[in-house]
């Protein structure tokens, strides 16, 4: 799949998908039948989505192309949430996350090229923050309720984790681990939801650096742009509706110029 010169975003609660073409600045946006909660680019062209409980192929239009498999049975308090593909392109990893918030029945999975989906991680509320050390030999994942992010050593042969350890938490006041990715030099962005900012903690877990953004809850950020400085980010829209909101910005997309390099996503070869 070429570069495309677009960014591509999902409105979960709307059951939206949304791309803007850079080229023209056109904004295409398609409804989709139930809540997709991430995409991912194909090797094949395309994409792979999270809608519900099930993994789908998209075409590059978001036409439904196929169910690729059920991932759990339908449950209407548990939904798929945040997901991506390793470095080899060879494993899809998404999770879930329980809408109650009240009980840790959240997962991690695994979904191979060949189509074979198997539970990794458990006991969990919202799954989120995955991403990949630059090499691919350390993945990311946070529960973003407990506000803990964790590491993993990674084997991207054979897709297996080990030597989870407590990697970095959040406090009240920055807010909860949301969407995340890692840059060039292996440090960790992390969307912190409630705290109105973006925080980057370097490899070895200590917090580099705080970006406050215009709205409170930001979702998910991701590096892009022709050199890969630009920083993506996403938010939660429901302060739209909050009179008393201060974040008129809530629901929006927004760009960061930064002098810090991203890493492309790696098409998953499904």
């Known amino acids: 799949m070429p570069p495309q010169n677009a960014l591509y975003w999902t409105d979960i609660d709307g059951k939206l998908l949304y791309m803007k073409d850079f080229k023209n600045n056109n904004i295409l946006s398609v409804k989709m039948t139930g809540r997709v909660s991430c995409i991912a680019p194909l090797v094949s062209g395309g994409f792979i989505a999270a809608i519900e409980n099930k993994l789908i192929k998209l075409d590059q239009f978001f036409n439904n192309l196929e169910v690729l498999t059920e991932v759990f049975p339908w449950d209407s308090n548990i939904r798929l949430n945040d997901g991506r593909a390793d470095r080899s392109g060879n494993y899809f990893w998404v999770g879930s996350i329980f809408l109650p918030r009240n009980k840790k029945k959240a997962g991690l999975w695994r979904f191979s090229s060949s189509g074979e989906i198997k539970k990794v991680v458990s006991n969990i509320t919202t799954s989120n923050g995955l991403s990949w050390s630059p090499c691919g030999n350390i993945m990311y994942h946070s529960d973003s309720w407990s506000s803990k992010i964790w590491q993993y050593d990674y084997d991207s042969s054979k897709g297996e984790i080990s030597n989870k350890k ?103 070869k499904i």
């Not at 939801?193 to 877990?205: A, L, M, Q, T």
């Open 166 to 268: 407590l990697f970095f938490s959040t406090n009240k006041k920055q807010g909860r681990p949301d969407g995340a990715c890692v840059d060039t030099k292996g440090f960790y962005w992390s969307a912190c939801f409630d705290g109105g900012r973006i925080i980057r903690v370097s490899p070895n877990g200590m917090l580099d650096k705080e970006i406050q953004v215009p709205m409170v809850k930001p979702t998910m950020i991701a590096f892009g742009g022709n050199e890969m400085k630009t920083l993506f980010i996403t938010s939660y829209g429901q302060d739209l509706k909050e009179p008393d909101s201060k974040s008129k910005e809530c629901g929006r997309v927004i760009s960061l110029q930064t002098n810090i390099k991203g890493i492309s996503e790696t098409l998953f």
